[in-house]
């Protein structure tokens, strides 16, 4: 048994001994979520009542990848902007691709997320989103929650866990790329999200971060798209100038509601305003960055080390069209070769965030493989190979009393500036699959 499962096994006793069986720990956690408004709607944030462990060993290693996986995507990012025909591989629409082309000085993501799958034996990058991590705000407040609740100051008597502080390095990586700008002015920051309605709340997220700047002296607020006009060289929402756009909509959900004239993506081309993440950030963002990784042509240009971490973590991936592609040595017809070998292989939508189904070949039929096949040619898809997934026993809070339920879990490392600082994890009940109990918990590291 190594430390990580002692350490599990003893959260697992603690919890079930008689001098927690009155649940007043469960109970207390549960009224803290409320207080600081981590119950959205009444559904908690983190349905687990315990923080998702990894070891020193696989937090350093995964955190290595992914510095190494941050250069990679900025390098190549850098060099599809130069070349048309590589650019034309990552599948950008051509708004998309002109925002791209917009030469701002902080082109490179001050903040993105990654997602990974960690079982014991290693771990794979199979996912980048060029967004500002949508977790922080939350993960941050859930670790200082779990750090302090009853049973894990117990372990922490015997055992040392390190935990993630980002929200302050989330605000030095907004700072520093309006700085990179050459903008001195000390500067107004606008949380910019759609609602479902222009008399709609914002979410708790967009609020939790507003607050966090005003926390730290920065005029913020939530603004929506429609809110916007650009006048005189300003963004403005009435009287509240913006000079940072924390950007929590995508530049194709924008591009969908609104054109190129929009007072947002004006200010943005004339440089009136600093944008996190930049429209050229999304370069990287599409999981096609991945199929590049993978090309031979390209690994080739990077450091032989580079080269053997990219291959080691980095699954097969490729973007789903009517062609012939490299699989190992073999040269193979994409869309017979997968429909041929859904076991090993699922369809991903091509952008995150997407309403499309994700698709599962070990989990379909033949015939409903090879309709998903039909659907991924059609629509903006990626093929990927499966890797290991990880799974682990978590404790839920349900109807008043305790039980232990099996969750799937995927790691989502944050990268500020190319460096990876905290992990937070997606827990996903294995049992159902629109279970109340999927959402989040921070993830701690066992030292």
């Known amino acids: 048994m190594t430390k990580l499962d002692e350490a599990l096994a003893r959260f697992d006793r603690l919890i079930h001994s008689p001098a927690y069986q009155d649940l007043a720990w469960a109970h207390a956690l549960q009224k803290q979520l409320a207080e600081r408004q981590l119950m959205p709607g009444g559904r908690a944030i983190c349905p687990v009542l315990r923080p998702h462990l990894l070891s020193r060993r696989q937090y350093d290693s995964l955190q290595k990848t992914a510095a190494v996986l ?15 025909a590589l650019l034309s591989r990552l599948q950008l629409l051509p708004a998309e691709r002109m925002l791209a082309a917009v030469n701002h000085t902080h082109g490179r993501a001050a903040a993105i997320t990654l997602t990974a799958n960690c079982p014991a034996a290693g771990h794979f990058i199979t996912g ?4 500002p991590p949508a977790s922080i705000v939350y993960t941050e407040q859930l670790s200082d929650l779990f750090y302090e609740s009853a049973p894990m100051k117990e372990l922490r008597k015997r055992l040392k866990f390190t935990r993630g502080k980002s929200v302050k390095k989330l605000l030095q990586s907004v700072l520093a790329a309006y700085k990179g700008q050459g903008k001195k002015k000390f500067p107004c920051i606008g949380v910019i999200e759609f609602r479902q309605s222009l008399k709609a709340a914002p979410s ?23 809110q916007l006009e650009y006048r005189n060289g300003e963004l403005r929402r009435g ?11 995508s530049a194709q959900e924008l591009l969908v509601r609104a054109d190129l004239n929009h007072p947002l993506l004006r200010a943005y081309r004339d440089h009136a305003i600093c944008m996190v993440n930049s429209f050229r950030a999304e370069v990287a963002g599409k999981a096609t960055i991945l199929a590049l990784l993978g090309d031979e042509t390209i690994l080739a240009q990077f450091p032989a080390a580079e080269r053997k971490l990219l291959r080691q973590h980095i699954p097969w991936t490729r973007f789903m069209a009517n062609t012939k592609t490299t699989r190992g040595t073999e040269q193979v017809d994409l869309p017979e070769w997968v429909a041929r070998n859904k076991d090993t292989l699922q369809l991903r939508p091509l952008d995150t965030g997407s309403d499309l189904h994700t698709f599962d070949g070990a989990a379909l039929e033949q015939g409903l493989w090879e309709r998903a ?19 682990a026993s978590f404790p839920v809070f349900q109807f008043g009393r305790l039980e232990m339920r099996d969750f799937r879990i995927a790691v989502q490392p944050a990268l500020f500036a190319g460096k990876m600082d905290s992990a937070a994890a997606d827990v996903e009940d294995v049992t159902s699959t629109f279970s109340l109990l999927n959402g989040l918990t921070p993830t701690f590291v066992l030292e």
């Open 204 to 226: 708790t997220e967009a609020l939790l971060l507003a607050e966090l700047f005003r926390s730290n002296g920065y005029p913020a607020e939530v603004v929506t798209p429609e």
């Open 373 to 391: 096949v039909k659907t991924a040619l059609r629509s903006r898809y990626v093929v990927q190979e499966k890797t290991p997934a990880e799974r």
């Open 128 to 131: 980048v989103s060029a967004d």
């Open 70 to 84: 941050s250069a990679a995507m900025d390098r190549v990012s850098e060099q599809a902007l130069a070349e048309p």
């Open 239 to 249: 009287d509240f100038v913006i000079d940072i756009v924390y950007r929590r909509v």
